[in-house]
């Protein structure tokens, strides 16, 4: 039973278009390529800035600005022209009798005072919302143009009045000027030209509230950043952070182009590499199937690409990529052993390409396994929102070690935390994708198996109701199939669906088949007045009367495969053997034969074997270990001999496997009973 090799050209050839996709997407700039870790010594030669560079705040000292900019709010007051024009009209229309050679120096001086500001003496309120009016800084604007200013540059009213008095009492020393401006109206002119603005000062307070600088310095080009061996502090990770942030950022590559495009293709050879590795190891009959093995490369692709981009472009929300949702894609068409490689395989680039990519890595990879094996009983209803808190609380799990690992972390935690939470509902939410994937590639998925494995569907039903007979040896081939497959790691949906569907084409004329005949007369008479070919083609029939129902019913492929292999290219013995004991021609015998497929996978051989073996065994007479064993064996070695195994993809081992899970069903399901005594009389 040897395993047929693949042609190299579909093997290899999309490997090539992956290889050539990955090199196109990875990044065109240098990688800034040193670890480091606060807490612990710099490992490399010392690092000098190659260009002038902005120290980068962290979320906490921005959170920390933010918050100190909130709790204090600067008032925000209009200047008035009008109103200083208006004091200085009311100054000049006063009669200050014997003194009013003193109003145009007044004047004059007022209108200094005015110039810097003038404010009500009145308290405006201390507190706007839960913050303070700054008793420092207020805003004035001026022509539409608002300027800080500190508090001691404008006068209250009082202050005015007293400024006032002092300036003039510089020129007229002999005159009591506060007497003489309380009585003839000068300080009850003098009114405030700064007028309050309590909607603009909420206004800008939420403005500068919202915006701080999002740097705290400069590092200058040549200047040392850190020296070999020296510890990597917090302030000094801080520095090495925005180097790199600004060196990636900004920074071109600097060598040969060459270089950086065959590092890039050196890279992408080995995913590449690994992938195809992952596939041959696990299982190699998907490069047999184009389109099983095409939408794994698919999804490859579409993971990397994710990936690059999002690194390119917004890296600072890889968190809520739902990565875990590749495992899910996987794990509908693939089993655990093609499903956990593949998607480790997947995750590489994170690792490779992306900031923080060690946390990522560790963080998607454990929830995709762990969600791999979750959601096959948490995916209906309401159960998938717990699958998404599971996906949610893994990552968390894996985010909140390294924050706690990461020795003197200044972190602001909460946006990371919300992208998680996100991107945790968006892996249940685009899980749906994977019925368009399944159209787009003529798969048939995990879940359309059990579907279609339901014998409440309407075609099982019909099947029940025609062939009452077929559908219970269908079930009990079922119930076989299902433990030989677990016993052999066999796909056990799949051997499910088939074994409920192998004889479906007996429903067309289900009278010609003993396990449908009943006591009604006529009705055990089918093929007593036909020939044996008459009667072998009545049989053989029912595979193509299966696949023709298939068809019909848009069943997949993989189900037409078990109706088509389930009795491969053997033949129908009991009317062959009749048509030769009558005289017949031993060399006319073709249309004894079934014209199917042999099997080709170990799901169809197991299929061949059990539908077979359930048939075969009600004509059974010992019911003992010896007599079971004989009998199996029996059965294998003449479907041996007939050549229907020489295509398989099965082991020796795997045989073995099969026959003894056959011996010990078959001993469970015909095993002895004991005989109750009749009651005395």
């Not at 200050?96 to 120096?105: A, E, M």
């Not at 073709?590 to 169809?604: I, L, M, N, R, S």
Request: proline share 4%; aromatic share 12%.
């Amino acid at each position: 039973m040897p395993i047929s090799t693949p042609k190299i050209p579909r093997r290899f050839i999309p490997l090539v278009i992956v290889f050539a996709v990955l090199v196109l997407l990875m990044p065109r700039t240098a990688k800034f390529n040193y670890d480091y870790k606060k807490g612990s010594p710099w490992a490399y030669e010392t690092l000098v800035a190659k260009f002038d560079f902005p120290i980068l705040k962290t979320e906490e000292q921005i959170q920390e600005d933010k918050e100190r900019a909130g709790a204090i709010v600067v008032p925000y007051y209009k200047f008035s022209a009008e109103v200083t024009t208006s004091v200085i009209k009311n100054i000049r229309g006063l009669d200050l009798g014997r003194f009013n050679k003193l109003l145009p120096d007044i004047v004059t001086r007022l209108r200094e005072i005015y110039a810097k500001g003038v404010i009500s003496d009145r308290s405006i309120g201390g507190e706007v919302g839960d913050a303070h009016l700054s008793e420092e800084l207020l805003y004035i604007q001026r022509d539409k143009r608002a300027i800080s200013y500190p508090r001691s540059e404008v006068y209250k009213v009082a202050d005015a009045k007293n400024q006032l008095v002092v300036l003039m009492a510089a020129q007229y020393p002999s005159v009591n000027l506060d007497s003489l401006f309380r009585r003839s109206g000068v300080y009850g002119a003098i009114v405030p030209n700064l007028l309050y603005d309590a909607s603009m000062t909420t206004t800008s307070h939420k403005e500068s509230a919202n915006y701080v600088s999002p740097t705290l310095g400069y590092v200058k080009a040549d200047e040392k950043i850190i020296s070999n061996g020296e510890i990597v502090t917090a302030e000094i990770a801080q520095v090495l952070d925005s180097y790199k942030h600004e060196y990636n950022q900004m920074f071109g590559y600097s060598g040969p182009r060459i270089l950086l495009y065959l590092g890039n293709a050196l890279i992408a050879l080995a995913l590449v590499v690994l992938l195809y590795f992952c596939i041959f190891f696990s299982n190699p009959a998907i490069f047999q199937s184009g389109r099983r093995y095409f939408y794994l490369l698919f999804l490859f692709i579409l993971a990397s690409m994710t990936t690059f981009l999002v690194e390119r472009f917004i890296p600072n929300i890889l968190y809520l990529i739902p990565f875990p949702v590749f495992a899910l894609y996987l794990q509908a068409f693939f089993r655990d052993r093609v499903v956990v490689p593949v998607y480790t395989v997947m995750l590489l680039p994170l690792l490779i390409f992306c900031g923080h990519g060690m946390e990522l890595f560790l963080m998607f990879l454990t929830a995709g396994i762990v969600t791999n094996q979750t959601f096959g009983s948490l995916n209906k209803g309401w159960q998938q929102f717990l699958n998404a808190a599971i996906i949610f609380g893994v990552e968390l799990a894996v985010f909140t070690g390294f924050r706690l690992i990461d020795a003197g972390s200044s972190s602001v935690w909460w946006m990371q935390l919300l992208q998680i939470f996100i991107g945790a509902l968006l892996t249940v939410a685009l899980y749906p994708l994977v019925y368009l994937f399944e159209r787009m590639f003529n798969l048939v998925s995990i879940t359309r198996l059990i579907e279609l494995a339901d014998t409440n569907n309407h075609l099982l039903q019909e099947l029940s109701a025609k062939a009452p007979g077929t559908f219970q040896h269908c079930l009990q081939v079922m119930n076989m199939v299902d433990a030989v497959g677990r016993a052999t790691d066999a796909n056990v949906p799949l051997l499910r669906a088939g074994a409920l569907y192998h004889d479906l084409g007996k429903m067309q004329n289900p009278l010609c088949f003993v396990e449908n005949e009943s006591s009604s007369p006529g009705a055990a008479k089918y093929h007593k007045d036909k020939s044996a070919k008459e009667s072998a083609a009545d049989i053989i029939r029912h595979v193509d009367d299966g696949l023709a129902l298939a068809e019909e019913h848009h069943l997949p492929s993989e189900i037409k495969d078990f109706i088509s292999s389930h009795h491969g290219t053997s033949c129908t013995a009991y009317f062959m053997n009749k048509y030769l004991n009558e005289g017949g021609d031993p060399s006319d015998v073709a249309d004894f034969y079934y014209h199917g497929q042999k099997p080709v996978t170990k799901e169809q051989v197991i299929l061949m074997l059990c539908d077979s073996i359930e048939a075969a065994s009600r004509t059974l007479t010992e019911f003992t270990p010896e007599a079971y064993d004989h009998f199996v064996e029996g059965i294998v070695a003449g479907k041996e001999k007939d050549g229907q195994l020489e295509e398989a993809d099965l082991t020796l081992h795997e045989l073995n496997v099969i026959k003894k899970m056959l011996k010990t069903y078959l001993q469970q399901i015909y095993h002895g009973r004991v005989a109750y005594p009749k009651r005395k009389r």
